[in-house]
């Protein structure tokens, strides 16, 4: 069974530090995508980043990095230089064979001035 | 910007009535999902379909049926709405093209079943 799982269902960050938005996934699928997305006040889902099951070099874009860890089964996003236009909802998904997209709770991310 | 519009944007309905919500895709992709987001539930997946015709279930299908006749429309039918499907709900599309496309979104449809 496809799971992911954040555990952080909220997090302060203050404006200009950095920040770690933790996600775990399970699959036995021997490919995969990993993504993040982010959900502002408004509704839309914004897509941030991507990381293959087989790439050997961590995502950046930006100021977004995914901090992927394949033997721990984790897919951590990092901002750096937090802003106050950060203030969201992050989820983490996973896309396996079957092309389904699995997505996680959800972590509320607030940046204080 | 990829092309998904859904209809309605907002809908309140009484309990036991059908609702049809309607999501529209001009860029051609095969797949097609319905979610629903629920405070502390993320986004569930509820149908999708890998083709015209083509659906299957996902982790919160009862109550739910879907019906794609062309490539661009996807339908979501409630068949008796009840308060428990009081939710947003997202449609998503992507391409053929293995697990590194993302999946992209409409605006979302805010339901309320009183």
């Known amino acids: 069974a496809q799971k992911i799982t954040q555990t952080q269902p909220g997090m302060f960050v203050q404006e200009k530090e950095a920040v770690t938005l933790d996600c775990t996934y399970d699959?036995?699928?021997?490919?995969?995508?990993l993504f993040w997305y982010k959900q502002p006040s408004s509704g839309e889902m914004i897509f941030l980043i991507y990381?293959?099951?087989?790439?050997?070099q961590n995502a950046t874009e930006g100021r977004y990095s995914l901090n992927f860890q394949k033997a721990r089964k984790s897919a951590n996003l990092v901002i750096s230089a937090s802003q106050l236009g950060d203030s969201a909802m992050y989820f983490c998904?996973?896309?396996?064979?079957?092309?389904?997209?699995?997505f996680g709770t959800g972590t509320s991310l607030t940046v204080i001035p | 910007d990829a092309g998904i519009t859904q209809s309605p944007r907002h809908k309140v309905t009484e309990t036991g009535t059908p609702v049809t919500l309607r999501c529209h895709q001009t860029?051609?992709?095969?797949?097609m999902y319905w979610y629903r987001q629920d405070p502390g539930h993320g986004l569930r997946l509820i149908h999708y379909?890998?083709?015209?015709?083509?659906?299957d279930k996902g982790e919160v299908s009862d109550g739910y049926s879907v019906s794609r006749s062309k490539t661009e429309d996807f339908l979501l039918t409630l068949e008796s709405a009840t308060s428990s499907q009081t939710s947003v709900y997202f449609c998503?599309?992507?391409?053929?093209?293995?697990?590194?496309?993302?999946?992209?979104f409409g605006q979302g449809t805010r339901l309320t079943v009183v």
């Open positions: 379909s890998y083709g015209v015709k083509d659906t």
């Open positions: 860029e051609n992709h095969r797949y």
């Open positions: 998503a599309t992507n391409t053929d093209q293995g697990v590194d496309t993302e999946a992209f």
């Open positions: 699959t036995s699928d021997p490919s995969y995508g």
């Open positions: 990381q293959g099951s087989y790439d050997q």
């Open positions: 998904a996973m896309q396996s064979t079957g092309n389904q997209f699995y």
